[in-house]
Nanobody, 121 residues
Framework: QVRPVESGGGLVQAGGSLRLSCAAS????????MGWFRQAPGKEREFVAA????????RYADSVKGRFTISRDNAKNTMYLQMNSLKPEDTAVYYC??????????????WGQGTQVTVSS
């Protein structure tokens, strides 16, 4: 089955930066909103950021506004999440997934396997 593939996770110290990538090619993903989510141990999966197909509009969870930047390069079939000023509470498995048409939508599917981000203090 077609699934996006995340990469770029790792171990960083608080205040550091990390850039995640999500490779998602094909008709399954073309034209759709794409989003990043994260899940920490013992917590529900939470929304992080989303971006429209054109890249012209984005939205972020309040917890990451001003620190994270979502972008996409459709020519490379890749979406990115630039994470700056990382905090220990950002530690989680990060997933990318396909949304619908609306940026404000909350129905996502075609989930990747995730990439671990660990921020030490």
């Amino acid at each position: 089955q077609v699934r996006p593939v995340e990469s770029g996770g790792g171990l960083v110290q608080a205040g550091g930066s990390l850039r995640l990538s999500c490779a998602a090619s094909g008709r399954t993903f073309s034209g759709y909103v794409m989003g990043w989510f994260r899940q920490a141990p013992g917590k529900e999966r939470e929304f992080v950021a989303a971006i429209t197909w054109s890249g012209g509009a984005t939205r972020y969870a309040d917890s990451v506004k001003g620190r994270f930047t979502i972008s996409r390069d459709n020519a490379k079939n890749t979406m990115y999440l630039q994470m700056n000023s990382l905090k220990p509470e950002d530690t989680a498995v990060y997933y990318c997934a396909r949304g619908g048409v609306r940026l404000s939508g909350y129905d996502y599917n075609y989930w990747g396997q995730g990439t671990q981000v660990t921020v030490s203090s």
